[in-house]
């Protein structure tokens, strides 16, 4: 009831929350304004299956259970890595060639 009358609350679906911030939830810790906190994130696995690679008969079982059960990691590589927080990339110049240095030396300090 709101002013004498029946009043109904819907929510907006169009609004997507957003991530909460680490200072935003300790002050509503400090100031009682929450109870509780919890939260809940789907993560779909991106798994890529390659298939069984060609071991050596002579070779250790473990080390064939280690290689065969990670061989996520030691697959061939079959695209670039996702996109990291920080990529990094050498910028090229049409025409230009690649440094050609006679190595040398560095002092220690």
Request: hydrophobic fraction near 35%; charged fraction near 20%; avoid cysteine.
């Amino acid at each position: 009831m709101y002013d004498g009358k029946f009043t109904t609350l819907q929510g907006e679906n169009d609004i997507i929350p957003g991530r909460a911030h680490l200072h935003h939830i300790r002050r509503m810790l400090n100031t009682d304004v929450i109870a509780e906190i919890f939260t809940m994130q789907l993560i779909e696995p991106n798994y890529v299956q390659f298939p069984l690679l060609e071991l050596p008969t002579d070779m250790e079982p473990e080390l064939a259970l280690l290689l065969h059960s990670y061989s996520v990691v030691f697959g061939t590589p079959t695209s670039l890595p996702p996109p990291r927080a920080h990529d990094h990339s050498i910028p090229l110049v049409d025409g230009y060639q690649p440094v050609k240095v006679k190595p040398y030396r560095y002092p220690h300090n």
